[in-house]
């Protein structure tokens, strides 16, 4: 299993003023002064974990407080230029929220020049709220979205004469790549998965298929991506093609673990703050989620404990943990958690942690990286495959 570290690059100081964390949180809230020394403080922290070996995830998200990365290939530039060896993956690139598809695909080639052909480019569907910043309409939102992806990897991997493009939503007169990416034919591609049937399509395409803060329903979203693999491949996916976010707080002693986890807590509570009219704009969703999501109530999109119980958004830490959200310990307990759980839905290769999230602060984000790094993570590249038969009890 490899291990990605990740952080939304909140500005935490934010989060007492009541409200929405996003889209309707006034601009005066923000110190761009102490805004620029969180920024430069998290790429000191993502410098950090190229040197202790890991690998580097980066997002984005727009007016919002719990995330100030508004463009994650603009970081990933300047961390193509800073780091020696990390993978760099952007997971992910928003892209139905963009009006130039073509530029995205300009930026993917730029960074992937720059680190020498380190760049994993994840394409997502991006947060509802996100539509008031962007200006598009919900309708229609995944087929502009599957029209961006075929652009772009046309564009990425074209070696031939420019060509143009005549879309539904996008056209181009001219298409020409300069310059052109070092990853033939493109950059691994990733996308993001929160059900069975989302995973499916990834699994179709061989994508690297990942699902963020999902519990339970990681093993159905897993076993789903299994299923559409092995009918497009003939062969059972490897382990690589999978992943999992979560957050991870490793000290050397329990007590100050679950001290930082309770900072990290933060996390969860402020991107729950959303206006409701933010939530689920018309269109956006498919009408058959909307109808599950009817039926089942309000917590209905709550990760599930292992008696089968939603988390409370101001849940325990141990509720958390039991959810599989957070990875709470000493080096040996987080294994420990960490193996289980792979167990529990079938096996994944990738960890995409956030090893800093909510109010952790430097000193402690220093100390949880590099504790998970040398204890952890060398036991987890060798953690023992689960077998074939269990990894596909879900598929059948």
């Excluded at 620029?36 to 690998?55: A, I, K, M, P, V």
């Excluded at 009918?231 to 690589?240: H, M, R, V, W």
Aim: charged share 20%; net charge negative; with cysteine.
């Amino acid at each position: 299993m490899k291990i990605w570290q990740f952080s939304e690059q909140a500005y935490h100081p934010a989060f007492p003023v009541p409200g929405a964390m996003r889209v309707t949180l006034p601009q005066h809230h923000c110190d761009p002064v102490l805004a620029g020394q969180l920024l430069n403080r998290y790429l000191d922290e993502y410098l950090l974990t190229d040197e202790l070996g890991l690998d580097i995830m980066i997002n984005e998200h727009h007016a919002a407080a719990t995330c100030m990365s508004t463009s994650c290939m603009t970081t990933l530039a300047i961390l193509a230029r800073q780091t020696k060896q990390a993978r760099l993956l952007a997971l992910g690139i928003p892209l139905a929220n963009r009006s130039n598809p073509l530029r995205v695909a300009e930026e993917i080639a730029m960074v992937d020049c720059l680190s020498g052909g380190r760049l994993e480019m994840g394409f997502v569907k991006g947060a509802s709220y996100e539509l008031f910043m962007s200006n598009r309409q919900p309708t229609g939102f995944m087929d502009r979205f599957w029209e961006a992806h075929d652009l772009i990897l046309e564009a990425l991997t074209n070696e031939g004469e420019n060509f143009s493009w005549e879309g539904e939503h996008f056209h181009y007169r001219t298409v020409s790549m300069w310059p052109r990416p070092i990853q033939a034919p493109h950059p691994p591609v990733w996308m993001t998965a929160s059900s069975a049937n989302s995973a499916r399509d990834y699994g179709k395409l061989g994508y690297v298929c990942a699902t963020f803060l999902s519990g339970a329903v990681a093993s159905s979203v897993f076993a789903g991506y299994r299923e559409a693999y092995f009918q497009s491949f003939g062969k059972p996916a490897g382990l690589d093609r999978l992943a999992y976010l979560a957050l991870v707080a490793c000290a050397h002693n329990r007590d100050e673990a679950f001290r930082r986890a309770e900072k990290m807590k933060s996390y969860f509570t402020t991107a729950a703050r959303v206006e409701p009219q933010h939530r689920n704009p018309w269109g956006f969703n498919p009408v058959e989620a909307n109808v599950r999501a009817l039926a089942a109530g309000p917590l209905a999109m709550r990760p599930r404990m292992r008696n089968g119980n939603p988390v409370p958004v101001d849940g325990s830490i141990e509720e958390y943990m039991d959810a599989g959200l957070m990875f709470v310990g000493t080096p040996d307990e987080v294994y420990e958690q960490l193996a289980r759980f792979n167990i529990e839905t079938g096996g994944f290769g990738n960890l995409l942690m956030m090893g800093q999230a909510g109010e952790l602060d430097h000193a402690e984000t220093v100390d949880n990286l590099t504790l998970v790094a040398r204890e952890v993570a060398p036991r987890l590249a060798v953690l023992p495959e689960v077998p074939l038969d269990v990894r596909y009890e879900a598929v059948g």
